[in-house]
């Protein structure tokens, strides 16, 4: 069974592999000193809310969160920038319930939304989010600035 919890400090040690296989996931060179810099600076801070799932009193996946406002809505929307399960872990629920506490957390700050973009060739990732209720925006374009 999959259990979700908050992220503290307290679990970089394990967070941070998550996160290193996560980046390569995503054709990133595997930087673990760097992961524990940045993952240890959004804690401190506050910048981000990290979810940590566990099964079988290890750790197997994460959800990370960023707060953004909705000047129109006037209320807070929540940004689900990260999501990965680990390799061995998949096909196990570890997702569905990190998405699951990710959505609860959003509600149990009166956010507006839950809002998330992944790439068009990840069609699990897809069919989970659609599974879910998420749908996609078909009323803005988005558009990104490299810098």
Known sequence: MTTVRYASLDD???LVPLF????????QTSDVDGARAYLGERLALRESVLLLAEAGGH???????F???????MRRVWLLNDLFVSEAARGQGAARAL???????AQ??????LRLSTAHANQAAQALYESLGYRRDTEFQGYVLKL
């Not at 998405?99 to 957390?105: C, F, I």
């Not at 149990?108 to 939304?113: E, I, P, V």
């Open 20 to 27: 290193d296989a996560y980046r390569q996931f995503y054709r």
């Open 99 to 105: 998405m699951g506490k990710a959505r609860e957390h």
């Open 12 to 14: 970089l040690d394990v």
């Open 108 to 113: 149990a700050t009166g956010a507006a939304s």
């Open 59 to 65: 750790p197997v996946g994460f959800v990370q969160l």
């Open 67 to 73: 707060p953004l406002f909705s000047s129109v809505g």
